[in-house]
């Protein structure tokens, strides 16, 4: 899919410094739920390097008892951006983003213990999504033993 992306010239990347606008980027709303074109222009155009930091951006910004619709869809994109191999360092990585997913979903059901009449409906999709992300982590990058942490 990225690989099809053409990004126009006047698309500018933020740098890997600037964490500010990469947030910015991240989060920027669009009226439904499918990725915005500046999310495919800025997937297209990074490397393997920043897709790793933005990947370790995105577990900092995450809350611990959910995962908003941008980090999830952008956290999808980026795991599927990444090379089959990777070193330690980077397993390292995907290894702490999967344990943050695993301690909201863990929160959220806490959350849902305590009200679920309400709680459930809501929540559903984003415990779909975040089981999503683990076993993408856990299964495309052979770190099985955290299914069972």
């Known amino acids: 899919m990225l690989s099809k992306v053409s990004v126009p010239s006047e698309?500018?990347?933020?740098?890997?410094?600037?964490?500010?606008e990469w947030k910015q980027l991240c989060y920027e709303s669009g009226d439904?739920?499918?990725?915005?074109?500046?999310?495919?222009y800025a997937l297209a155009a990074m490397d393997q390097a920043m897709?790793?930091?933005?990947?370790?951006?995105m577990e900092a910004w995450t809350l611990m008892d959910k995962l908003r619709q941008p980090?999830?869809?952008?956290?999808?994109y980026l795991i599927l951006k990444l090379d089959n191999?990777?070193?330690?360092?980077?397993?390292h990585?995907?290894?702490?983003?999967?344990?943050?997913?695993?301690?909201?979903?863990?929160?959220?059901?806490h959350n849902i213990v305590q009200n679920p009449e309400h709680l459930?409906?809501?929540?559903?999709?984003?415990?779909?999504?975040?089981?999503?992300?683990?076993?993408?982590?856990?299964r495309g990058y052979r770190q099985r033993d955290l299914e069972n942490d």
């Open 93 to 109: 990585v995907l290894r702490e983003l999967c344990r943050k997913l695993k301690l909201i979903r863990s929160n959220i059901g």
């Open 71 to 76: 980090e999830g869809m952008w956290l999808w």
């Open 120 to 138: 459930l409906v809501y929540r559903a999709d984003e415990i779909a999504a975040i089981n999503i992300l683990i076993t993408s982590v856990t």
């Open 11 to 20: 698309f500018q990347i933020p740098g890997s410094g600037q964490l500010r």
């Open 51 to 57: 897709a790793l930091r933005l990947v370790k951006w």
């Open 85 to 91: 191999l990777l070193d330690h360092d980077d397993t």
């Open 32 to 40: 439904d739920a499918s990725p915005s074109r500046n999310m495919h």
